[in-house]
């Protein structure tokens, strides 16, 4: 496996700002009181990040970026690749330098990794539930405040495609937009001519299949509707726009609405829901 260094670059992401914006506020305004206290300014500490169970990686450039910003000497080799499936017990990151600066970043490092890798876990377990249906798993805006970024990349590790990334990028009319807007078809032909060019449009009801497409839907989303109603629906827009079914989806479930047809099925839980992985920081004596 080859070293470290490699940039992690996201589209509209700090990393600088949030490696030190998340420091400060494990430090407050007075450090790290147990490493100063306890451990002498010139050791030094080498160790290897681990998995305690079978997980799908992510997470582990920006463990890495925690360490350097401490440390910016420490060596650091990465032992896994970003989404790649390990066993219990495999080896993730091996690193080595001053003690102090380490153990500082250590909970910083653990939380990100643990807190990804949880989520490309769960999405895998998803994207392998529909194997050979079709259907793309999506994930959704079901995320933690300021850590969507990250969230939707783990989501990408484990195999997921994102959906919006924001208010920005779609329009997606729900159902309290229509009920605003007076029907489907007013509120899709606003969006239209407000010159948006993704509608997502959510239609719970069969009949509601015709009036959004006819106004200038891009995508349906076809919410908490079972299996038999999904094919249905599948049939009546025969091809016209992507289909997606939401709305409840579980791992007992998923299968049998990919069967249907849909093109996507997005799921909130693989952020909203995922727990954390079990990823430790372990000493190695010298």
């Given at each position: ?20 914006e ?7 305004d ?8 306890v ?24 463990a ?26 495999a ?17 910083s ?13 769960l ?19 079901k ?6 970024l ?10 997921a495609q ?16 229509v ?18 060019g993704?509608i ?12 959004a497409?006819?106004?200038g ?17 599948v ?14 989806v ?14 996507y ?14 990823v ?7």
């Amino acid at each position: 496996m080859s070293g470290s260094s490699r940039p992690f670059v996201l589209e509209r992401f700090d990393l600088d700002r949030f490696v030190a914006e998340t420091l400060a506020e494990d430090l407050g305004d007075k450090g790290d009181i147990t490493s100063e206290a306890v451990i002498p300014a010139d050791a030094c500490f080498t160790g290897v990040m681990d998995s305690r169970e079978a997980i799908v990686v992510a997470g582990l450039p920006l463990a890495e970026a925690f360490f350097r910003a401490l440390d910016p000497d420490v060596r650091v080799e990465r032992l896994a690749e970003e989404g790649a499936t390990v066993a219990a017990g495999a080896d993730l990151l091996r690193l080595s330098g001053r003690a102090r600066a380490l153990l500082t970043a250590e909970r910083s490092a653990l939380n990100i990794v643990q807190h990804l890798s949880g989520i490309a876990t769960l999405t895998r377990l998803y994207v392998d539930a529909i194997a050979g249906t079709g259907a793309i798993l999506l994930d959704t805006r079901k995320t933690l405040p300021r850590l969507r970024l990250l969230e939707k990349y783990a989501t990408r590790m484990g195999g997921a495609q994102n959906h919006r990334m924001g208010l920005w990028d779609a329009a997606m009319i729900k159902d309290n937009h229509v009920a605003v807007a007076g029907s489907v078809e007013a509120a899709v032909h606003r969006a239209v001519n407000a010159g948006i060019g993704r509608i997502i449009v959510e239609v719970d009801r069969l009949d509601q299949i015709e009036p959004a497409i006819g106004a200038g839907a891009t995508h349906l989303l076809l919410d908490n509707m079972d299996a038999p109603t999904l094919r249905e629906a599948v049939a009546l827009v025969a091809g016209r726009v992507p289909t997606e079914a939401s709305g409840g989806v579980t791992l007992e479930t998923i299968r049998a609405k990919a069967e249907t047809g849909v093109t996507y099925v997005s799921v909130g839980r693989i952020t909203q829901s995922a727990p954390a992985a079990d990823v430790g920081l372990d000493f190695i004596p010298a």
